[in-house]
């Protein structure tokens, strides 16, 4: 099934089937399963079931491409673009001419498998871990027995003896590979997890709590206020994600405005009414990003889309109101990783 709308901003969008988003139009940050992007711009997103998708402004037009099960695993190595390990299921769409060619058609139901293969040949060729593909197989394994048995009580020792006649150590493999232990990876599922509770049922704590595996209610609260910096209670209070309130829009399309003449923290949190230590904890909180953060972004991009349009690096330095055009240099080559002439190339 194949669907095209514009996106409400704040709004939840549930996972319910393996789907392809394809982001056609649109600026700003994307939430996905409480975690904000930034970076998703020309790119093709794959989300698993269970999984949400928020936008954070309201100009985002996206296609959604829904799979069937059927479509899906026949091959394992389908996995990589779904099982997500410290970031999401990216396909560089502008490296992936097959990926193109099936995106630029409006009806893709003969074709589902071949996008597939050609997005998941594209995620082997971009080969993010730097791992062979039995590597990967055995990483990808690790991912699906902790999103099965998180909540009982998996552990490493107790993952690990999955693998005893695997040539492989799986403590090393995942951390010298994808740069995370296991251990913390079976503790980012069940935050992930307590936290899709507590957010989007009505079940009290407790009963939250149990269901998750911890024997103690009390010990869920500590465990979480630790790693979440808020108790159950306050992050359920905080997030209501059937509220659409208006502050992450409006604070956007500030940063839209402006961001070319005014850099400063203060100039926002006065045009917001707030302190500049009350807006950027609510940035913070909100959006999983620092103000400073969002004011870079803007920076970043409308720069990427000068230098695209053939605009001088001098030109681009001095509309976006940095004194020198070496400073503006610089400040690209550190956010985006070469410099702006080479971008530009």
């Given at each position: ?10 709004k ?31 790119k ?78 594209q ?12 590597e ?32 492989y ?47 103690d ?88 889309k ?9 030109e681009?330095?001095?509309t ?22 080479s971008?530009?190339?």
């Amino acid at each position: 099934m194949v669907s095209k709308f514009t996106a409400e901003i704040n709004k939840v969008y549930f996972i319910n089937q393996y789907t392809l988003v394809h982001i056609l139009e649109g600026s700003g940050n994307i939430q996905v399963d409480f975690k904000n992007y930034s970076d998703w711009e020309d790119k093709i997103i794959y989300l698993n079931k269970g999984q949400y998708i928020k936008f954070m402004s309201d100009n985002f037009i996206v296609r959604f491409i829904e799979f069937s099960d059927e479509v899906m695993f026949n091959s394992k190595d389908v996995r990589v673009l779904f099982k997500h390990l410290v970031s999401l299921g990216y396909i560089n769409f502008n490296d992936c001419k097959d990926c193109k060619q099936f995106l630029s058609s409006t009806t893709f139901n003969d074709n589902m498998h071949s996008l597939i293969d050609v997005s998941t040949e594209q995620w082997f060729w971009q080969n993010p871990f730097g791992a062979t593909k039995d590597e990967y197989q055995i990483i990808f394994d690790i991912k699906d027995i902790i999103d099965k048995e998180y909540s009982e009580q998996i552990n490493v020792k107790k993952l690990s003896d999955y693998f005893t006649n695997s040539k492989y150590n799986v403590k090393h493999l995942m951390k010298n590979r994808v740069g995370i232990t296991i251990s913390n990876l079976i503790r980012k599922k069940h935050i992930d997890e307590n936290k899709k509770e507590l957010a989007f049922t009505d079940k009290s704590i407790k009963e939250i709590a149990y269901e998750q595996g911890y024997k103690d209610p009390a010990y869920f609260n500590r465990f979480f206020k630790k790693k979440v910096g808020q108790t159950p209670k306050e992050f359920r209070d905080n997030f209501d994600y059937q509220r659409r309130d208006q502050f992450s829009q409006n604070l956007l399309e500030l940063i839209q405005l402006f961001h070319k003449e005014q850099h400063s923290l203060g100039f926002y949190a006065d045009r917001m009414n707030m302190s500049v230590n009350t807006l950027s904890k609510k940035v913070k909180f909100k959006m999983n990003l620092s103000l400073g953060q969002m004011i870079r972004y803007e920076l970043i991009n409308s720069a990427k889309k000068m230098l695209s349009e053939k605009v001088t690096v001098k030109e681009v330095a001095y509309t976006l109101g940095f004194e020198e055009p070496n400073n503006f240099s610089s400040f690209f080559s550190k956010y985006v990783g070469i410099s702006p002439s080479s971008y530009a190339k």
